[in-house]
C-alpha cells in the first residue's frame, strides 16, 4: 500500500502563495493518477487538481484555474500543489489522494488512500 504525508499548509493573506507538498512512500501501483482534493467546514470534500502520473497530464477545476498548479518530482515520490493569487475561498483542509480504483478522477470516492491532510487558511 502507498502512504502519504502531506505538508506545507499554513496562513496566507489573500494575492499570496503557498505550496503544497505530498510524499509517497509504498507501493508504486497505486499511483496511477493522484490528486489534491479540499474541504471546507461544513461542506462536502472536492477535487482540485489530478495529475496521471505515467505521462504528466493535469487537470485543475475551474475554481482554481490558472492560479494553481499540480506537478511531481522526477521520482515521481511527490506531489505538489502550488497555490498563487490565494483567495479567503481557498480556505480548506487540503489532501493528497492516490489508490485511484476506476472511474471518476474527479470523485474523491475512487481514491483509496489519503494523507492527514494539511490546513489552508487566507485572510
Known amino acids: 500500500d502507498v502512504q502519504l504525508v502531506e505538508s506545507g499548509g499554513g496562513s496566507a493573506q489573500a494575492g499570496g502563495s503557498l505550496r503544497l507538498s505530498c510524499t509517497a512512500s509504498?507501493?508504486?501501483?497505486?499511483?496511477?493518477?493522484m490528486g489534491w482534493f479540499r474541504q471546507a467546514p461544513g461542506k462536502e470534500r472536492e477535487w482540485v487538481a489530478v495529475?496521471?502520473?505515467?505521462?504528466?497530464?493535469?487537470y485543475v477545476a475551474a475554481s482554481v484555474k490558472g492560479r494553481f498548479t499540480i506537478s511531481q518530482d522526477g521520482a515521481k515520490n511527490t506531489l505538489y500543489l502550488q497555490m498563487d493569487s490565494l483567495i479567503p475561498e481557498d480556505t480548506a483542509m487540503y489532501y493528497c489522494a492516490a489508490d485511484f480504483r476506476g472511474g471518476d478522477i474527479f470523485s474523491p470516492e475512487k481514491y483509496g488512500r489519503w494523507g492527514q491532510g494539511t490546513q489552508v487558511t487566507v485572510s
Open positions: 509504498g507501493s508504486d501501483n497505486n499511483r496511477a493518477y
Open positions: 495529475i496521471f502520473t505515467g505521462n504528466g497530464a493535469t
